[in-house]
């Protein structure tokens, strides 16, 4: 069922007084109804600024709030009324309690709205109850410890019955034991429907807890998703002072050595992951055959595909001619896995391209014993995991079968591969910006545009830039930056391994919507290379790195 927009945010700017710098900066967002929404950024970011206003605390100096539809009024009945559906839980609950007692301070809310005493005493009872705390209800709030005060705070807002509760750091400054129960309540809301916005800076707790993590910088929104996306953004949380949940970071490191499939759904907590690792059968390579004779040794180079003869000859021939040249003892191979272009070609000029598995026949065939697989993907995404399963179906059939690795595979290959695009563009001046098109995966693989784009500037190459057609790092984002650059001259590259389809139609073309035609939209002066990355010596050359250590 479609959740419905609770709050919605339009241009909300606000200034404290005596200060230069916006609290908030033409802030937009939208918040869907009972949604668990983490957000989060750097101290200083908006988030606390946009809370008050969400509770109508503060009053937006420009831009729009609606609740449920119908935007804010700031007449005195109409904030109670918001108060009462919108309710906060300030970082320092002493912010928030005042009265003689708990019991006192829970019911003053209810009272306020015009509940009658015997209402209002249930209601307290209830709620005290709910969240344990009945015990010392009879006890003046600032006799409490921290974490009784946190649950008193909560108390106060449960007990009107809100449709939204803020959270502002709820464990802030508590020990692992108030920690724990207030998450507990935290969760009691969220499964009672009630919609929870929570700031944090915890990430590991976000990435488990949250349906939405909304990331805040300079008071807007930098970015907002689901966590496995957010969180996968390495660029955007190096602006957030954020670092990546552990959970996160460990099965990505797994996945980009292999040991997990790149199909494997996202863990969200170490539970998970733990349950993903027990279920791996860590296959030995592949002794279906029994070895009766001298070996006869084979590489299968295996790509997407292009239809574009004048760029195949430049880059998957280039590839799997350099493999030759690297590895005489070995016989080369070619497979592709885009069937589409595999019968394109077959029509158009009587070519055949042999599938993986018609490959492994055709190795089968010419008695081959061993056999390396070196795919030319850019990334270990599900291409990668489609080919290698088709393989292993022959490994009956051979006595070895082992695979190299994807062209960006660990840290050093990212580094290798920044050298490789710098060599390349060595005769760029320091005032072009180099913007790379990467294809683009919604799979979790695609965070290595996003990392490779942040290792180009940590390596000192400000004026490079990497996106995807499909994914993220987005067009839109790509134009934000490089216009903050302020370039001279923009260079357009494709960054796939030929330059096909998307870098003739979708980077160079004449379009409207190309990269070429938006850029020189915005005024500046453009250019494109029709080159792709299998013409770069240097990635020819992390090919050979990867099938050498595939060669067993």
Same mark, same amino acid.
């Given at each position: 069922m479609?959740k419905?927009?609770? =709050?919605?945010?339009?241009?909300?700017?606000?200034?404290?007084e005596?200060?230069e710098? %916006?609290?908030?900066?033409g802030?937009?967002?939208?918040?869907?109804?009972?949604?668990?929404?983490a957000?989060?950024?750097?101290?200083?970011?908006?988030?606390?600024?946009?809370? /008050?206003?969400?509770?109508?605390?503060?009053?937006?100096?420009?831009?729009?709030?609606?609740?449920?539809?119908?935007?804010?009024?700031?007449?005195?009945?109409? /904030?109670?009324?918001?108060?009462?559906?919108?309710?906060?839980?300030f970082?320092?609950?002493?912010?928030? /309690?005042?009265?003689?007692?708990?019991?006192q301070?829970?019911?003053?809310?209810?009272?306020?709205?015009?509940?009658?005493n015997?209402?209002?005493?249930?209601?307290?009872?209830?709620?005290?109850?709910?969240?344990?705390?009945?015990e010392?209800?009879?006890?003046?709030?600032?006799?409490?410890?921290?974490?009784?005060?946190?649950?008193?705070?909560?108390? #106060?807002i449960?007990?009107m019955?809100? #449709?939204?509760?803020?959270?502002?750091?709820?464990?802030?400054?508590?020990? %692992?034991k108030?920690t724990?129960?207030?998450?507990?309540?935290?969760?009691?809301?969220?499964?009672?429907?009630?919609?929870?916005?929570?700031?944090t &800076?915890?990430?590991?707790?976000?990435?488990?807890?949250? #349906?939405?993590?909304?990331?805040?910088?300079?008071?807007?929104?930098?970015?907002?998703?689901a %966590?496995?996306?957010?969180?996968a953004?390495?660029?955007?949380?190096?602006?957030?002072?954020?670092?990546?949940?552990?959970?996160?970071?460990?099965?990505e490191?797994?996945?980009?050595?292999?040991?997990?499939?790149?199909?494997?759904?996202?863990?969200?907590?170490?539970?998970e992951?733990?349950?993903? =690792?027990?279920?791996?059968?860590?296959?030995?390579?592949?002794?279906?055959k029994?070895?009766? &004779?001298?070996?006869?040794?084979?590489?299968?180079?295996?790509?997407?595909?292009?239809?574009y003869?004048?760029?195949?000859?430049?880059?998957?021939e280039?590839?799997?001619?350099?493999?030759?040249?690297?590895?005489?003892?070995h016989?080369?191979?070619?497979?592709w896995?885009?069937?589409m272009?595999?019968?394109?070609?077959?029509?158009?000029?009587?070519?055949?391209?042999d599938?993986?598995?018609?490959?492994?026949?055709?190795?089968?065939?010419?008695g081959?014993?061993?056999?390396?697989?070196? *795919?030319?993907?850019?990334?270990?995404?599900?291409?990668?995991?489609q080919?290698?399963? #088709?393989?292993e179906?022959h490994?009956?059939?051979?006595?070895?079968?082992?695979?190299?690795?994807?062209?960006?595979?660990?840290?050093?290959?990212?580094?290798?591969?920044?050298?490789?695009v710098?060599?390349?563009?060595?005769?760029?001046?320091?005032?072009?910006?180099?913007?790379?098109?990467?294809?683009g995966?919604?799979?979790?693989?695609?965070?290595?545009?996003?990392?490779?784009?942040?290792?180009?500037?940590?390596?000192g190459?400000k004026?490079?830039?990497?996106?995807?057609?499909?994914?993220?790092?987005?067009?839109?984002?790509?134009?934000?930056?490089?216009?903050?650059?302020?370039?001279?001259?923009?260079?357009?590259?494709?960054?796939?391994?030929?330059?096909?389809?998307?870098?003739?139609?979708d980077?160079?073309?004449?379009? %409207?919507?190309?990269w070429?035609?938006?850029?020189?939209?915005?005024?500046?002066?453009?250019?494109?290379?029709?080159?792709?990355?299998?013409?770069? *010596?240097?990635?020819?050359? /992390?090919?050979?790195? &990867?099938?050498?250590?595939?060669?067993?």
């Amino acid at each position: 069922m479609k959740k419905e927009s609770i =709050i919605k945010a339009q241009n909300l700017c606000y200034t404290y007084e005596g200060e230069e710098q %916006p609290a908030l900066n033409g802030l937009s967002l939208e918040i869907k109804q009972g949604k668990k929404i983490a957000v989060m950024g750097a101290n200083g970011s908006g988030k606390s600024t946009f809370f /008050l206003c969400l509770n109508g605390i503060l009053r937006p100096q420009k831009g729009t709030l609606s609740f449920c539809g119908t935007p804010y009024s700031y007449d005195k009945k109409s /904030l109670l009324a918001l108060r009462s559906r919108v309710g906060i839980v300030f970082q320092d609950p002493d912010n928030q /309690l005042f009265s003689a007692s708990v019991r006192q301070e829970i019911s003053f809310g209810i009272l306020n709205l015009g509940a009658d005493n015997e209402t209002a005493l249930r209601e307290t009872e209830t709620i005290m109850e709910e969240l344990d705390i009945t015990e010392f209800q009879d006890r003046p709030t600032h006799a409490l410890s921290g974490g009784q005060k946190k649950q008193v705070a909560i108390a #106060d807002i449960l007990v009107m019955h809100p #449709d939204i509760v803020i959270l502002d750091e709820p464990a802030a400054a508590l020990d %692992p034991k108030h920690t724990s129960l207030v998450n507990k309540i935290i969760d009691r809301m969220t499964d009672a429907g009630i919609t929870v916005l929570l700031s944090t &800076h915890d990430s590991d707790y976000a990435f488990s807890w949250a #349906d939405e993590v909304i990331l805040f910088h300079q008071g807007r929104v930098l970015i907002s998703g689901a %966590p496995e996306e957010v969180f996968a953004d390495h660029t955007a949380l190096k602006a957030a002072n954020l670092f990546q949940p552990a959970v996160l970071a460990m099965f990505e490191s797994l996945c980009r050595k292999e040991i997990i499939s790149a199909k494997t759904p996202v863990p969200r907590n170490l539970s998970e992951l733990e349950h993903i =690792i027990e279920g791996i059968q860590r296959v030995p390579v592949y002794g279906g055959k029994t070895m009766h &004779h001298i070996k006869k040794k084979a590489i299968l180079a295996v790509s997407f595909g292009t239809s574009y003869e004048d760029t195949r000859k430049k880059t998957i021939e280039a590839i799997e001619q350099t493999l030759e040249t690297h590895f005489p003892e070995h016989k080369i191979y070619r497979a592709w896995t885009s069937r589409m272009i595999i019968e394109k070609i077959r029509k158009r000029d009587g070519l055949h391209i042999d599938t993986v598995s018609e490959a492994m026949e055709r190795m089968k065939a010419d008695g081959i014993t061993d056999v390396v697989i070196q *795919p030319t993907h850019v990334i270990n995404g599900v291409e990668n995991d489609q080919m290698k399963e #088709d393989a292993e179906s022959h490994r009956d059939s051979f006595h070895s079968i082992s695979f190299g690795a994807p062209l960006l595979t660990s840290e050093s290959d990212n580094e290798t591969m920044v050298k490789a695009v710098a060599s390349e563009f060595s005769w760029m001046s320091d005032r072009d910006a180099l913007v790379l098109m990467g294809h683009g995966t919604t799979h979790y693989a695609n965070t290595v545009y996003a990392a490779l784009d942040y290792r180009f500037k940590d390596m000192g190459y400000k004026n490079i830039f990497l996106g995807t057609v499909e994914a993220f790092p987005s067009m839109q984002s790509l134009m934000r930056m490089v216009k903050e650059f302020q370039p001279e001259r923009v260079i357009l590259a494709p960054f796939m391994i030929v330059a096909g389809d998307h870098a003739r139609h979708d980077m160079a073309g004449d379009d %409207p919507d190309s990269w070429y035609s938006q850029f020189l939209s915005e005024g500046l002066k453009t250019e494109c290379v029709m080159k792709g990355l299998g013409e770069y *010596p240097g990635v020819r050359e /992390l090919f050979v790195t &990867h099938a050498e250590e595939a060669v067993l």
